[in-house]
């Protein structure tokens, strides 16, 4: 008579989560955890959904970032100012919409010109005009590019008059930048020009400023009368126009077209760096990289000290002595000194510094799950499984460890805080000898180094240290419930 | 760590010479068995080359065990009966001694047909001390144990399916899933747990004392056990439905062939359940013979102590005193008396001090008084 | 003259799975200079009824209803904990606890521990509460200068027998043994009921032997009380209850007990003791009863006096 097999794992597997379940939704901290840490999931998962590769790939390209407002706050803040502060805008004409004179100026030459006018309507002026030309330039040859600004009071200023290659990678094509506040020349013209209006006072003062930045901007956007250096003077609403016109000096050299970027002063949802880089996606793909980081490390090494633990107190006399020695020597090293050292050494993605985290951080459960296993060791079923003829290594996984395990994943659970914020100090001291990748540690070393708490820019270090804040605690939230429920020494 | 272990390796001569001078047809022999302990010194006594102090758990004793018995191993807590128990089984390794056993033919076989070393044996007994450790997993299933704690003897965090697959996994007795849980399903049965289906996916503590029990027992028979250790197996049992247990026992025993060592401190239920008793005191067998025989009629003072301190349940008794023969305390297993072990609390020797020199020199061997019967007692040997 | 007497004592327990009925209207009493044996197996309530009396209950248990009347007149149950503190525990009625050997505080001197109780509740100064313990010691068969030694260099007996010695420190009219030997080697355990034996004989002090083992009982009792599931099945006097027992589980409870001094077939009670969240319906007993009625399943029995000391919850009887 044959017995029908009784298909007990799925069906077991469902009822222990369930019991699971009912226990862990009694605790409110852990449903939170819980939450926070679907959300974080989801943004780790979906970074590529919500922001793109491509933003992340370019992550150290800076002229990919030369369209955005530099140093600029998140638009939100829009909410909280009473000021009317300029949308960031950009414009791209194309280059059939440009006037094309063969033979100008001389014989030989083409020349296209375009007039890009924008009307200036704020209480605030943007941070940066930013004219980007796109085309491609023959080999060995050069273009000649002129940008004169027409103001609404009539003035005409002759920002930029250079001759060069395109030397920026956009795309498909080669560019050129000319950034208003960033580019010399040009922030050198808009002062030279300005300085005919302004009072002898006023140019000596300014002359210590260095010639380029915001604030030239916002000399561009003020009345032509004095103060205008040191930003006493009105600004000048109405239609500015600015004319572009490109020179080619052979056949080959093309135009794609030409952007007119007024940098807002307002940008994304997370504000913008000194690069222009947009803080969210690195926000973002730092998302993922923390969690990478943190659960890795957190596996590796639980793992390693539960079975380190297990395996000294069971083995016991000499072995175990030996084995607390090592880890007592291993436990007193400075972990974080080394891990800089290392990491500088072995230059690092992620992947590396999770392993090299986890090389010191097993230390953690090891004196806990030691004891722990001494305890099951005295237990009678130890001994009947013995007497049954289970071996060590039997003993040791299925008996002992299996006790262990769901202690374990509390421990798990409350160590990837530490990690993440192990890793963030490292990539915050190391920069750019760390990890290459934008984790948040990173980005708070790119703050620091910009000078971003002397320059008020608030956004680029609150938003990442948040960040790491929020990961921390979904963590520990969740790492405190599971111990509540799981630790059996806390249990009955 | 001070590893002292007298045994060397006992070759076939030595078997051989054992089972002719000692009664035929038993499952067992004991010879000569010593179990110490072995305590830590400090720092000035190991610099000092002290010997280590040890506690003489079993402390040379020698006794048969013969098929299909049950053989009652009894005592006061200390004794050495449950250190005896798992030396037997080879759980501890003895500092001293020999086990010579008798397996079942197959086994036999198996132990000397794989590998390349030999195993000494003599007319199909083996010392099973003498096995290398490798080897050992052969008799394990022979040998099985039954612990005194049925909740503790149990995996918390393993179902009675898996607990009981255990053996048979380990031992990769079985080849298929299928046949795996027939067999378990067939034990179950055998234990009565029944319906079996209703026990396979339970966890121990769902299951009551006495049902747990029985899961260990179970767990026992699935392997093929022949000779079962059973250390105070009801002790923690409600007391009606200790019967209960007992009589799965002796159903079992006939039905499977099995043989126990019955571990118990209470004499009446060594004596309803035991064909002979061993009487254990710090170490040593200071009585043994036919159960009914030794408690109706004990021989040695401690028996006597030991029978007229059990409180029986009849009314009288509150009436009076009641009078045990014996005094003081159990001493430390670490500082064993001179001479008889028993004498600083013997009565008897208060009664007859000419025998104080015998008492306190000299260790009274285990003899025969009456066949079949021992006793190490040098007064009861005068008379 | 009735010392102690329990009337319909309900001590329950409410936990998150339920209500756990432990004692569920228990009446007995106790008179001066009488042992009374509160037996049965485990879950049975007999602790928690020795508990009630001593007031400590923990949470989630509480005294639901009944009396506990002290000399007929001291309610219990209506006192506050700090008068039971001060006028009835230790000083009227005292307790030996279950494994009590290992109550002992190690890091304190025998004689602190001691004359801790004493110089707590009477007002003795600690020359006059040394000299007491040191008479106590002497009376429960132990040296007096055991008052210097620690616990962990006392034997298993010998501090079971301190912590009787503690018990009687105030002379209290009661005192409460709850398992008191049941760690303890046999020749030991013969040792302190002979010392109980002796200390009620020269003390005069009424006691409440509570045990699993029906011959430590015996060895006390004067008067028996048998529980199952929080209930007295039969209450009376030792020669009834050990010799000609009336109730089926008593029944069935002596016959399991093997014997020494003959052979006899023991048998068993089959089944398991009852859920006390949701115990059976009717008699308690009924799902193991060999001689279960009809009515048994669906009518808790009634107490039915046998005779004028002797009581069976039965209704085979009824």
New interface residues.
Partial sequence: MKRGDIPLKISELKKSIKEFWNEYKNYKSGIVGLVLLIILASVAAGASLITSVEDYNNWYNPTYWRENPVDAPPVWVNFFTSKKLPVHQVEFVSVEDFKYVEGEPTEGLRTYSVNISYEFKYDVEPSDIIIRILGAVAEGKNASITITVIRPDGHRINVYKAVSTFPELVGNYSAKTVSFSRTSKASSAIIKWASQFESEENIREVSGYPPHGDWVIRVLFSKAEVGILVGEAELLRGEYQFSISVTFFDEESMLYGAKLIIAGSVYGWMGTDSLGRDLFVGIVWGCRLALIIGVLTSVISTFVGVFYGVLSAYKGGLVDELMQRIYEIVASMPLFPILLILSWKFGATVWNLALLMALFWWTGPVKTVRSMALQIKEETYVEAAKAMGAGTWRIVTKYIIGQIIPYAFAIMALNVPGAILTEAGISFLLGGRGTREPTWGRILHDAAAAGATLKGLWWWVILPGVMITITGLTFVLIGSALDKILNPMLKR | ?IIVNENKVTDSEKIREILESSKPNRLIYVRNLKKYFFLRRGLLETLKRKPPKSVKAVDDITFDIKPLETFGLAG??GCGKTTTGKVL?R?YEPTGGMIIYKPREETLDKLTNTGNINIEKYDGYVDILSVPRNH??YL??EL??I???PY????????I?EILE??LV??NLVDS??ER??RV?RALEEVRLIPP?DF??RFPHML?G?QRQRV?IA?ALI?GARFIVADEPVSMI???????L??LMMDLKKRHNLTYLFIT?????A??LCDRIAIMYLGKIIEMGDA?DL?DNPLHPYTK???????????E??KR??V?P?KG??PSAVSIPSGCRFHPRCVVLDEHPELQEKCLKKEPPLIEIKPDRYVACWYVMKS | MVLLRVDGLKTYFFTYRGVVKAVDNVSFTLEKGETLGLAGESGCGKSTTAYSIMKLIPPPGRIVDGKILLDDKLNLVEMSESEIRFKVRWKRISMVFQGAMNALNPVYTIGHQLCEALTFHADMTKEEALERCKKLLTMVGLEPDIVKRYPHELSGGMKQRVFIAMALVLSPDIIICDEPTTALDVVVQAQILNLLKELQQKMGMSIIIISHDLGVIAELSDKIAVMYAGKIAELGPAEKILLEPAHPYTKGLISSIPRLTKKVEITWIPGLPPDLINPPEGCRFHPRCPQAMDICKREEPPTVKLSPDHEVMCWLYG
């Fill in positions: 760590m006061e807590s089984i759980l050992f997993s394990r299933r099985q144990m612990f005194q704690d503790g003897a149990l995996n918390p965090r393993m179902r399916k255990e053996p380990i031992h899933a299928e849980l027939d399903i289906e396979l996916d009551s006495g260990c767990r392997m409600d007391v009606s439905l200790r019967a209960e007992l009589n401190h209470d004499l009446a239920v004596r309803y009914d408690i102590a030991l029978i007229s301190a059990i409180p029986e349940p009849d009314p008794n509150r005193m009641r045990v014996i305390e159990v």
